[in-house]
């Protein structure tokens, strides 16, 4: 049997292995599929559910589904890029991001992605949860308010920087990113070098006092929209590097 | 303070102040008689700000406080930063810093003063205040000076293109960081700040024309808008010269003595105290040596040019000594000579960014001091367009702000702006069952004189209706006047 499968996007014909998911085979291939928990070279995670896609019909999260072939896959749909602006916009209600005082701004790839799908003003009410910002150590901060809870952190910190510093705790709308339960930043072995601090999408887990020391202009999305960037993918950076 | 007359008095309600940014509501309070007892400008303030930034890390002070006003954000902006360079050790920024900051910070009074000039206050100066409000409104001003108002327009965009290109961009910018800037400009975007500096400079002068031959001319006849003696707060240079970005706090009397000068802007609640009244949520500062009865002050363009030995740019010293020779070389009192004091501000702001404009440490590459110290606490001092500006920090081991306390321009205006609208009603309402057009914006004109910031800025400009109500001391609406927004 070939390793090799065969498929669709948007009726686009697209190759991949068949080891790999539709997510990565778009990538390969220079389809945009939109996401924001996954990152290549970590483990899918598939909980954002940005990626939906349509795979013969049916809803399934491109990161996470395996190519084969004879798959006909929907991506760049209204229907779907309507789904992506609800779940987006629900991301950015169920938290508290003031972009306009926010460091990662025009970094951000949850507010890239909100100008992507266009979201305006959310149409859902806003949550204002109660959260808090962890900044005992000395030089990282977790802000609570901004977490997507996408796991990059815990899978990079896990798979890259060999470490365990960042794990989930509660369940539901009370889930969150811990350190061990109970335990601060401080008492981690979290390091200011750790990749772990780059794979962050939001503000939410940062190098203390370098806020906003990239001017307007210079940020990642000033001139492009998330998705068309030149050649590299800007979280991928990180992995090059390695 | 003054017993509330709550029994026998009867109250007036102008609300809200059109043409004064965010909301005011103006009471003015009669006894049985019809005397005006006296009035009050109640301020909707931005309130919990201090609250929001409490556990916010110090860094993101200077960008989260610019959401505190829609008028002056790089007045919150740059405060914030200096503030914010004493927590990281950079008490001395560098050259090019230090100037990109200042050309920022010119480029917004440019702006701010132009704006206020040119919408807010000309159509008063140019049709009077008894004009019908149909005309007297900037649309009004474009109509029968055309020229004018495209000045005002093309002044303003000058100014936010300096802010711009200094912040990178003209709302809510990010360019002062602590201990510095992220940016300089490249030779190109100052060539392009340049090339219009001297119609900038003409257009200015014309202004300052306008505004000088106004009082000059008006001078009888304005005087009831609040013509009355006070302290005048202000920063200068070390050496008296003003200057609007950095300086010791110089508090002067009636008389122009200097009655206090505090070289360390550490030190500032040394010398101003606030009063809380319970009929406001604003509060009253005052000078701690005088107390709170004889301590208030007032601010903004009249205090600058009042309390300042000389300007160190040619033409608005000139301008300055002319201004001086209304009161014989002491403090000129009159509330409407805020808009000739404006106006030399806006010269000098013209002849200092040309001057900044042509210097190369504007291209600079080294954009930030980082010294070993690392305070806990930090204040920032600087003159926004309104007056004096304050902004406290103190922050936790941890990098977060633990407290902080801002006293903006407005507030200090506060006792000011109360006692010229008192003196208005006096001369205007006494005894009077009906509110004339004319009142009305009598009172506006007094409050406007000092270009009151009211709240956070959420109402487009011009865009409030007012509404008048005569209310009796038992609390019965007599006499009601609305009238829709738009002038
Ligand atoms: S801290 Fe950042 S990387 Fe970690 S889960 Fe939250 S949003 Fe994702
Ligand atoms: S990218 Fe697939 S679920 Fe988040």
Redesign the pocket.
């Known amino acids: 049997m070939s390793d090799r499968v065969s498929f669709t996007i948007d009726g686009t014909r697209v190759e991949a292995f068949r080891s790999q998911s539709i997510m990565d085979a778009a990538m390969e291939s220079g389809v945009y599929i939109p996401r924001l928990?996954h990152v290549p070279g970590l483990d899918p995670w598939g909980s954002c559910r940005v990626c939906t896609v349509k795979v013969n019909g049916r809803f399934s999260t491109a990161c996470t589904q395996p190519a084969m072939t004879g798959l006909t896959v929907e991506n760049d749909t209204e229907e779907l890029n309507d789904l992506r602006r609800d779940l987006v916009e629900m991301l950015f209600v169920g938290g508290n991001h003031f972009c306009m005082s926010c460091e990662k701004s025009g970094n951000c790839e949850l507010q890239a992605m909100g100008y992507r799908l266009g979201i305006t003003a959310p149409l859902h009410p806003y949550l204002h949860p109660d959260r808090d910002v962890d900044a005992s150590h000395p030089d990282i901060m977790?802000d609570h308010n901004?977490?997507?809870?996408?796991?990059?952190?815990?899978r990079t910190s896990r798979d890259l920087d060999g470490k365990q510093v960042?794990d989930f705790v509660n369940r539901g709308s009370d889930r969150r990113?811990a350190i061990d339960p109970g335990a601060r930043l401080k008492d981690s072995d979290a390091d200011v070098t750790d990749r772990?601090l780059d794979?962050?999408?939001?503000g939410?887990?940062l190098r203390k006092r370098e806020g906003f020391r990239v001017p307007v202009g210079e940020r990642e999305y000033d001139h492009v929209a998330i998705g068309e960037e030149d050649g590299v993918d800007p979280v991928s950076d990180l992995w090059d590097e390695s | 303070m003054n017993p509330v007359l709550q029994t026998d008095t009867e109250r007036i309600v102008i609300e809200p102040v059109t043409r004064v940014e965010g909301h005011g509501k103006v009471t003015i309070h009669r006894d049985a008689e019809g005397r005006v007892a006296q009035a009050r400008l109640h301020i909707v303030e931005f309130r919990g700000f201090e609250r929001f930034i409490q556990g916010r890390p110090y860094w993101e002070m200077p960008v989260a406080v610019q959401r505190l006003c829609g008028i002056c954000p790089v007045s919150h902006h740059l405060c914030a930063a200096k503030a914010v360079d004493l927590l990281v050790g950079g008490e001395s920024l560098t050259p090019t810093a230090e100037k990109i900051r200042r050309l920022m910070h010119y480029g917004q009074f440019f702006q701010s003063h132009a704006l206020h000039f040119f919408h807010l206050a000309s159509p008063d100066l140019l049709f009077g205040f008894d004009a019908d409000p149909v005309d007297r409104n900037v649309l009004g001003v474009a109509a029968a000076h055309p020229e004018l108002a495209r000045q005002g327009i093309l002044m303003r965009k000058w100014g936010q293109e300096i802010i711009q290109a200094t912040a990178g961009k003209k709302v809510h910018g990010t360019g002062a960081i602590p201990g510095g800037v992220n940016r300089s400009l490249t030779r190109e975007e100052r060539d392009t700040l340049r090339a219009p500096v001297s119609h900038m400079l003409t257009w200015a002068r014309e202004a300052l024309e306008l505004a000088r031959g106004y009082t000059l001319e008006n001078l009888p006849d304005v005087g009831h808008f609040g013509d009355f003696e006070s302290n005048y707060l202000a920063l200068v240079r070390a050496d008296g010269a003003m200057d609007i970005y950095d300086g010791e706090l110089r508090a002067i009397d009636p008389r122009g003595e200097i009655l206090l000068q505090e070289p360390d802007s550490q030190r500032y609640l040394d010398v101003i105290a606030e009063e809380v009244r319970p009929w406001s949520y604003m509060k009253f500062p005052y000078l701690k040596p005088l107390g709170p009865e004889e301590g208030w002050y007032r601010v903004g363009p009249l205090a600058r040019v009042n309390a300042c030995d000389f300007i160190d740019t040619p033409e608005a010293e000139e301008a300055r000594q002319e201004f001086k020779g209304l009161a014989g070389g002491g403090p000129v009192h009159h509330t409407m000579a805020y808009h000739w004091a404006r106006m030399i501000e806006l010269l000098h702001c013209a002849e200092v960014i040309q001057r900044l404009l042509d210097d190369d440490d504007l291209l600079g590459a080294e954009l930030r001091t980082e010294g070993p110290r690392r305070r806990r606490e930090g204040v920032g001092i600087l003159e926004a367009p309104r007056g004096t500006l304050f902004h406290h920090y103190r922050v936790g081991d941890d990098d977060l702000v633990t407290r902080c306390n801002l006293i903006v321009s407005t507030t200090s205006n506060n006792e000011g702006m109360n006692r010229s609208v008192t003196q208005v009603a006096k001369q205007r309402m006494e005894g009077v069952d009906r509110i004339t057009e004319g009142m009305m914006n009598e009172v506006e004109v007094a409050i406007r004189a000092y270009d009151p910031c009211l709240s956070c800025a959420t109402h487009a400009l011009g865009q409030m209706p007012l509404i008048v109500e005569l209310v009796d001391e038992g609390g019965d609406v007599l006499d009601r006047r609305a009238r829709s927004g738009g002038s």
């Open positions: 928990c977790l901004r977490c997507i809870l996408c796991a990059r952190c815990v960042f990113i772990a794979a962050c999408p939001v939410a887990l």
